[in-house]
């Protein structure tokens, strides 16, 4: 894990840490290029019951990699997987199931303009604080 916020990589005053796994959300704009970039961060702790996802996307870049993306509907997935991550039944059936079942979801391999990474571990005494630094570290750098 590309550092190690306060609570999660490292001893956190006694706090009990509990394992997570997280997976960057990527933004393809060109599947038959491979080309991507970081626009999120979705992670889920079953033992500290968080499912928590942030996203970002970066116009300018996806402008250079594929001037005729349609910048707008990036912006409504990546809006969309926040509500999955949050149970927020504006985002449909999916959204209505376990924090487990929505995660799995969220990290399930693609091969669309949205696509998650491999799935990484740790583990954090505070899952929040955690998403924030991946966001920060690995997404809005």
Excluded at 37 to 52: E, T
Excluded at 107 to 116: D, E, F, N, Y
Aim: hydrophobic fraction near 45%.
């Amino acid at each position: 894990m590309p550092g190690s916020p306060e609570g999660s990589g490292a001893r956190s005053g006694g706090a009990k840490r509990h394992p997570f796994e997280y997976t960057v959300v990527r933004v393809v704009p060109r599947v038959e290029r491979g080309e991507a970039f970081n626009a999120g961060i979705v992670l889920h702790s079953r033992a500290g019951r968080f499912l928590g996802a942030r996203t970002l996307l970066d116009e300018g870049l996806l402008t250079a990699m594929a001037p005729d993306c349609d910048a707008e509907a990036i912006r409504d997935h990546l809006a969309t997987i926040e509500l999955i991550a949050a149970g927020d039944p504006a985002a449909g059936p999916i959204s209505t199931l376990s924090a487990p079942e929505r995660w799995h979801w969220l990290a399930a391999p693609s091969s669309t303009v949205i696509q998650a990474s491999e799935v990484h571990t740790g583990l954090t005494a505070d899952p929040a604080a955690t998403l924030d630094h991946l966001f920060r570290t690995l997404v809005a750098r």
